[in-house]
């Protein structure tokens, strides 16, 4: 599957002086697509445990909640290689981090039990495929369509240590500190439109809907991610709408120039 994908980044980088027009180049960004709902439903379960320690009257002290994991805002760059009056072909990437940690101790007796959680995320997608031209006057509205790649980074470092005297539970979140990753691809499609605000210059928007496979989070032993200790893996889900606002400049080639 690799070496699919870089014969595909090949044709496309060998392909570039044979365009027969400019070059548009574009920035943006807007709210990320993946969603965690595997890994917030087992936040969800760490809060439910914390909110109880932090009620039981005989241990002073309180851990606040630890916030839901979200996908935040990712930021974009790609281009576009114009081959003909309307179609163009190219790329884009995107990325975006997040976070989330919580912090704090109980004490009973001469007893301290310190709980720390820290979890992060980091998605990097690529996106290889082709464009083309619906308007493009006063206004462009194109079509866009390609493959996907997605990486994503999870990093977690838990202290969870209970105090002897709080009743036995059947879970218990995984201690210690751990990094996985999962690989996902697939599809993605959508429009975007571009208004001209100088020869060279465009303000643009574009919404797609992105449908990649499920990618499970392991690490390098192949152990998946188990934030709860529930004994079930965790997944993450980078499929979904990405919407994102930007500018793009226009760059004419040497190469690509027409004559009359």
Not at 103 to 121: M, N, P, R, V, W
Not at 134 to 149: D, F, K
Not at 216 to 240: F, K, M, N, P
Request: net charge negative; proline share 5%.
């Amino acid at each position: 599957m690799k070496r699919r994908w870089l014969g595909f980044v090949l044709v496309l980088i060998g392909s570039v002086p044979l365009c027969a027009g400019p070059l548009e180049l574009f920035i943006g960004a807007g709210p990320g697509a993946a969603t965690f709902d595997e890994v917030n439903a087992s936040i969800e379960v760490i809060n439910v445990l914390l909110r109880d320690l932090n009620d039981t009257p005989t241990f002073e002290g309180d851990v606040p909640d630890l916030p839901l994991l979200t996908s935040g805002t990712a930021y974009q760059g790609g281009e576009w290689y114009r081959s003909s009056e309307r179609l163009s072909f190219g790329g884009k990437i995107e990325a975006f981090h997040s976070e989330t940690t919580t912090d704090g101790s109980y004490t009973q007796g001469g007893e301290t039990s310190k709980i720390a959680i820290a979890l992060s995320t980091t998605s990097v997608s690529v996106v290889l495929g082709g464009r083309y031209d619906i308007l493009t006057n006063p206004v462009q509205l194109a079509v866009e369509l390609g493959a996907a790649y997605a990486y994503s980074g999870f990093a977690s470092d838990i202290t969870f240590e209970i105090p002897a005297s709080y009743p036995p539970i059947s879970i218990h979140p995984r201690e210690g500190r751990g990094r996985y990753s999962a690989h996902s691809f697939g599809l993605e499609g959508g429009l975007s439109l571009s208004l001209p605000i100088a020869e060279w210059l465009s303000v643009r928007a574009s919404v797609a809907y992105r449908l990649l496979s499920e990618g499970r989070l392991t690490d390098l032993t192949g152990a998946g991610l188990d934030i709860d200790g529930d004994g079930r893996a965790e997944t993450v889900d980078l499929s979904g709408v990405t919407v994102e606002f930007g500018l793009s400049f226009i760059v004419n080639l040497p190469w690509g120039e027409r004559k009359e």
